[in-house]
C-alpha cells in the first residue's frame, strides 16, 4: 500500500465518523438550544432540566440512524477489505 492510498482511508475513515457523530451533535444542538430558550424565558435555572432532555435526544437520534450508520460502516468495512486484499 502506497502513502497515498493509506492517507485516503484514513481521510476517509475520519469523514465517516464525522458522517455519523453529525446526527447526534445536531439533535443534542437542538434540544440544548431549546432548553436554554426555555430556560431563559421562564428564568429556570435547574441543572437536570437542561440535561435530561439532551441525553433523549441524543438517543432518539441514535435509534433514528443506526439502519443507516449500520450501512455506511459495512460499506466502508467492505471497501477496507477491499482494498486489504490488494496488498503485496
Known amino acids: 500500500?502506497?502513502?497515498?492510498?493509506?492517507?485516503?482511508?484514513?481521510q476517509n475513515a475520519l469523514l465517516l465518523s464525522l458522517l455519523?457523530?453529525?446526527?447526534?451533535?445536531?439533535?443534542?444542538?437542538?434540544a440544548?438550544?431549546?432548553?436554554?430558550?426555555?430556560?431563559a424565558v421562564t428564568q429556570i435555572q435547574e441543572m437536570t432540566l437542561s440535561f435530561v432532555p439532551k441525553v433523549l435526544a441524543v438517543v432518539l437520534s441514535l435509534f433514528l440512524f443506526l439502519p443507516w450508520m449500520l450501512g455506511k460502516l459495512?460499506?466502508?468495512?467492505?471497501?477496507?477489505?477491499?482494498?486489504?486484499?490488494h496488498l503485496h
Open 1 to 10: 500500500m502506497s502513502t497515498n492510498e493509506a492517507i485516503s482511508l484514513f
Open 20 to 30: 455519523l457523530a453529525a446526527p447526534m451533535l445536531l439533535f443534542g444542538l437542538v
Open 32 to 39: 440544548g438550544l431549546a432548553i436554554s430558550v426555555f430556560q
Open 74 to 85: 459495512i460499506q466502508f468495512t467492505t471497501h477496507v477489505f477491499g482494498v486489504a486484499g
